[in-house]
């Protein structure tokens, strides 16, 4: 047992909304009060928290981690000379295995002067592994010898369709690789193994930790599972993780018989995930209007409601829930009326009315926005995306964009807010998150005091719900995680700023001083 005292504690719980003194015991919380329980247990363990806050551990209700754990891994070539590059690249080789793939990416030769890099260049920081790193416009990539003889390229190799082969006078490729020929390369990086990305996770988990984050809810595929698995079998896994399935393996799912909730505390099969549409940025999200740099153009509808209410038949027939991503506001218009008819037919056949999410939501047309709570669909968004879109969903929306990152119209309506980063497009930092939900300001403060679209701003609490409570909701664990109430599971974190009274500009620079899971500090300062 385990008394936590003298601290802040928010509990999220509306019956005890503070609490002073919290008793921990096997990784469940046991009570929750004030000097009172400092009387009631004599013989435990106790641990004065000087007056620190504890908050619930946080979740990140949209994350990939596969692709956050690789991307770690990559260098960053964002450097000013071609010498910064090579020293960073020796830099990550004294901890990569011999034969290991390198990664980088970033470069950019006009940054040094224009002239291009070569592989030998490389291969002398890079002997003994092959070594791709991609340019800043993705359009290139420089590789050492090592990777050319490997991928096969030499004097011989044609040019394939649309790509192209740098030689040099005597016709010897230098190691430059454009448009389709990076391909060359990139099809004979091996796949990281099961292992290989168990070993990656378990390495960045303790960064996630530091963060605040005690659960994720992840959207990666077959490997990241794989690796889930591992760690959860050797006991390594102190990170509560809900694990989608891609649509592509709903058939399989639903011919073994898996369903949604499946799992323990630390792994549990979340929802089968979807798409709806494409995105913003290269104006794929489905509208209802065109873009207004493209007038003919109102993006690529994916899944009608027609589409997702047949999916979604086989789904909740056999206990899966679904999550779908859909960014435009046609696509989350579809998404809504699909998921309408799902909870018609599953009060029709008496299923149980289960836990359906939209990815995303970034536009939402003001009609539909009511009906969301009417029909318990559950908003998944990512605040932090706010700060990266605002200038294009100004520029592409025009008089539209008020309808986009509408946290407080969907709030208003009753419907459920759980919140993500979709690291690595961001990063997982939840009181990023925290700050862009409740102030609508980019870290510099960009686009003044009030934030944009300021009437969209959260609160402080009902955005921490969406980092908390909702994710357990969504999760169904609601009545076991999500908030410090006796019963529930010991995930919580020390900071040393109150979220409630500062200055909203300083919760993004909020960090835990120490972070428990499952009863155990498993990360202090
Ligand atoms: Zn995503």
Same mark, same amino acid.
């Given at each position: 047992?385990?008394?936590? /005292?003298?601290?802040?504690?928010?509990?999220?719980?509306?019956?005890?909304?503070?609490?002073?003194?919290?008793?921990? *015991?096997?990784?469940?919380?046991?009570?929750?009060?004030?000097?009172?329980?400092?009387?009631?247990? !004599?013989?435990?363990?106790?641990?004065?928290?000087?007056?620190?806050?504890?908050?619930?551990?946080?979740?990140?209700?949209?994350?990939?981690?596969?692709?956050?754990?690789?991307?770690?891994?990559?260098?960053?070539?964002?450097?000013?000379?071609?010498?910064? %590059?090579?020293?960073?690249?020796?830099?990550?080789?004294?901890?990569?295995?011999?034969?290991?793939? %390198?990664?980088?990416?970033?470069?950019?030769?006009? *940054?040094?002067?224009?002239?291009?890099?070569?592989?030998?260049?490389?291969?002398?920081?890079?002997?003994?592994?092959?070594?791709?790193?991609?340019?800043?416009?993705?359009?290139?990539?420089?590789?050492?010898?090592?990777?050319?003889?490997?991928?096969?390229?030499?004097?011989?190799?044609?040019?394939?369709?649309?790509?192209?082969?740098?030689?040099?006078?005597?016709?010897?490729?230098?190691?430059?690789?454009?448009?389709?020929?990076?391909?060359?390369?990139? +099809?004979?990086?091996?796949?990281?193994?099961?292992?290989?990305?168990?070993?990656?996770?378990?390495?960045?988990?303790?960064?996630?930790?530091?963060?605040?984050?005690?659960?994720?809810?992840?959207?990666?595929?077959?490997?990241?599972?794989?690796?889930?698995?591992?760690?959860?079998?050797?006991?390594?896994? $102190?990170?509560?993780? &809900?694990?989608?399935?891609?649509?592509?393996?709903?058939?399989?799912?639903?011919?073994?018989?898996?369903?949604?909730?499946? !799992?323990?505390?630390?792994?549990?099969?979340?929802?089968?995930?979807?798409?709806?549409?494409?995105?913003?940025?290269?104006?794929?999200?489905?509208?209802?209007?065109?873009?207004?740099?493209?007038?003919?153009?109102?993006?690529?509808?994916?899944?009608?409601?027609?589409?997702?209410? =047949?999916?979604?038949?086989?789904?909740?027939?056999?206990?899966? +829930?679904?999550?779908?991503?859909?960014?435009?506001?046609?696509?989350?218009?579809?998404? &809504?009326?699909?998921?309408?008819?799902?909870?018609?037919?599953? #009060?029709? /056949?008496?299923?149980? +009315?289960?836990?359906?999410?939209?990815? $995303?939501?970034?536009?939402?047309?003001?009609?539909?926005?009511?009906?969301?709570?009417?029909?318990?669909?559950?908003?998944?968004?990512?605040?932090?995306?706010?700060?990266?879109?605002?200038?294009?969903?100004?520029?592409?929306?025009?008089?539209?964009?008020?309808? +986009?990152?509408?946290?407080?119209?969907?709030?208003?309506?009753?419907?459920?807010?759980?919140?993500?980063? *979709?690291?690595?497009?961001?990063?997982?930092?939840?009181?990023?998150?925290?700050?862009?939900?409740?102030?609508?300001?980019?870290?510099?403060?960009?686009?003044?005091?009030?934030?944009?679209?300021?009437?969209?701003?959260?609160?402080? #609490?009902?955005?921490?719900?969406?980092?908390?409570?909702?994710?357990?909701?969504?999760? !169904?664990?609601?009545?076991?995680?999500?908030?410090?109430?006796?019963?529930?599971?010991?995930?919580?974190? &020390?900071?040393?700023?109150?979220?409630?009274?500062? =200055?909203?500009?300083?919760?993004?620079?909020?960090?835990?001083?120490?972070?428990?899971?499952?009863?155990?500090?498993?990360? $202090?300062?």
């Amino acid at each position: 047992m385990r008394l936590l /005292h003298n601290a802040r504690i928010y509990t999220l719980d509306v019956a005890q909304p503070m609490a002073t003194a919290i008793i921990i *015991d096997s990784g469940n919380i046991l009570a929750v009060g004030g000097d009172e329980l400092l009387d009631e247990c !004599g013989r435990t363990e106790r641990e004065d928290m000087n007056g620190q806050v504890i908050l619930p551990g946080l979740t990140d209700a949209h994350i990939h981690l596969q692709e956050y754990a690789l991307s770690l891994r990559i260098v960053d070539c964002e450097v000013e000379t071609k010498d910064e %590059v090579l020293r960073r690249v020796s830099g990550i080789i004294r901890e990569t295995p011999r034969g290991d793939w %390198v990664r980088g990416h970033g470069w950019n030769q006009n *940054d040094w002067g224009g002239e291009w890099p070569t592989a030998t260049d490389l291969e002398t920081a890079t002997p003994e592994n092959p070594a791709y790193l991609t340019a800043k416009s993705l359009h290139a990539a420089w590789v050492n010898c090592t990777a050319l003889r490997l991928a096969g390229i030499n004097p011989s190799t044609p040019d394939p369709v649309n790509g192209h082969i740098q030689r040099d006078g005597n016709g010897i490729p230098t190691g430059i690789l454009f448009e389709e020929a990076v391909k060359l390369v990139e +099809s004979v990086i091996p796949e990281p193994t099961p292992e290989d990305l168990a070993e990656s996770i378990q390495n960045i988990i303790p960064g996630l930790w530091r963060m605040g984050l005690t659960g994720i809810h992840d959207f990666d595929k077959r490997t990241c599972f794989q690796a889930l698995q591992l760690l959860r079998e050797r006991g390594d896994l $102190h990170l509560r993780v &809900v694990k989608s399935i891609p649509f592509e393996s709903l058939p399989d799912a639903v011919g073994l018989g898996l369903r949604s909730g499946f !799992g323990d505390d630390f792994l549990r099969i979340g929802s089968v995930k979807f798409f709806a549409d494409g995105a913003l940025g290269p104006h794929t999200g489905a509208m209802f209007e065109p873009y207004v740099d493209e007038p003919q153009n109102r993006g690529i509808l994916i899944l009608d409601n027609e589409q997702l209410f =047949d999916h979604g038949r086989l789904a909740v027939e056999n206990g899966l +829930s679904l999550a779908v991503h859909a960014i435009g506001d046609r696509a989350v218009h579809e998404v &809504v009326e699909g998921f309408t008819r799902l909870r018609h037919y599953e #009060r029709e /056949h008496k299923f149980p +009315s289960l836990r359906h999410r939209i990815e $995303h939501v970034q536009m939402i047309h003001p009609d539909d926005a009511w009906r969301l709570a009417e029909f318990e669909i559950i908003a998944s968004m990512q605040p932090i995306h706010v700060l990266s879109d605002m200038l294009m969903a100004d520029r592409l929306l025009d008089d539209r964009a008020a309808n +986009s990152y509408a946290w407080r119209t969907l709030a208003h309506s009753g419907a459920r807010l759980a919140f993500g980063s *979709d690291a690595p497009v961001e990063s997982p930092n939840p009181f990023w998150g925290l700050h862009s939900a409740v102030t609508r300001r980019r870290a510099d403060g960009f686009p003044g005091p009030d934030g944009w679209f300021p009437e969209q701003r959260l609160t402080v #609490r009902e955005a921490l719900e969406g980092f908390t409570m909702c994710p357990a909701y969504l999760s !169904g664990m609601e009545h076991r995680l999500g908030r410090l109430s006796p019963g529930f599971l010991a995930d919580l974190i &020390v900071i040393n700023t109150d979220p409630f009274l500062c =200055d909203p500009t300083e919760l993004r620079n909020i960090q835990p001083t120490a972070t428990m899971v499952d009863g155990e500090w498993v990360w $202090h300062l």
